[in-house]
């Protein structure tokens, strides 16, 4: 059985602030995908990133970042500068081959 | 524009009456999937398929049935629901690689209410 974790339930910042969300995973394939979702205050889901577990290097994309730790079995994301407009709820998911599993979410609110 | 249509957006039924919702995609997507959003749960998935007439479960499919006659088409039925099943549900693709799906693509989200 595969699962995610996603302890932080709720985060807020103020604007400018850097925050990092954190996601834990269980699995015990060898070859799985970790991904990131978001989901703002209008409701629809949006990707972010897709990565496979054989590639532990760091990914930034603009203010965005990712930090994959086998190791640790993490996938965290950083958010650099926070804007209001990170305001939303953030998923974590696995998949190993088919079934794709999703964390809690963390709903993260930037304050002005 | 390529995208995923959910029907209906909103909808109230009571208790036992068959109800299906819609799934359509245009993109030519071999990976289909429903999930149910209930809060503190996050997304969970009620089942996917990987190809026509191939379907599977996901983590929470008691109580619901799909079927994939046509790539394109994938909907969901609730033959007798009940109000636990009240919940917001979304249909996505994606394109399926070795290892699994790709980039999932969603639709807007059906919010049902079992009275």
């Known amino acids: 059985a595969q699962k995610v974790t996603q302890a932080q339930t709720e985060i807020s910042v103020v604007e400018k602030e850097d925050v990092t969300l954190d996601c834990v995973y269980e699995t015990r394939d060898t070859t799985y995908y970790l991904f990131w979702y978001k989901q703002p205050p209008s409701g629809e889901l949006v990707f972010l990133i897709r990565r496979n577990s054989f590639d532990e290097q760091n990914e930034i994309s603009g203010r965005y970042s990712w930090n994959f730790q086998k190791s640790t079995s993490s996938f965290n994301f950083t958010i650099t500068a926070s804007q209001v407009v990170d305001s939303a709820v953030y998923f974590c998911?696995?998949?190993?081959?088919?079934?794709?599993?999703f964390g809690e979410g963390t709903q993260l609110t930037v304050n002005p | 524009e390529a995208q995923v249509t959910q029907n209906p957006r909103y909808l109230i039924t009571v208790t036992g009456k068959k109800l299906t919702v819609t799934c359509s995609q245009n993109?030519?997507?071999?990976?289909m999937s429903w999930y149910r959003q209930d809060p503190g749960l996050g997304l969970r998935q009620i089942y996917y398929?990987?190809?026509?007439?191939?379907?599977d479960k996901g983590d929470v499919p008691e109580g619901y049935k799909v079927s994939r006659k046509e790539k394109r088409n994938f909907p969901l039925i609730l033959e007798s629901p009940s109000p636990n099943q009240t919940s917001l549900y979304f249909c996505?693709?994606?394109?399926?690689?070795?290892?699994?799906?790709?980039?999932?693509?969603f639709g807007s989200g059906t919010q049902l209410s079992v009275l």
């Open positions: 998911a696995l998949t190993s081959g088919s079934r794709l599993t």
């Open positions: 993109m030519n997507h071999e990976y």
């Open positions: 996505a693709s994606s394109l399926l690689r070795t290892g699994g799906p790709e980039k999932l693509f």
């Open positions: 398929s990987m190809n026509v007439e191939v379907t």
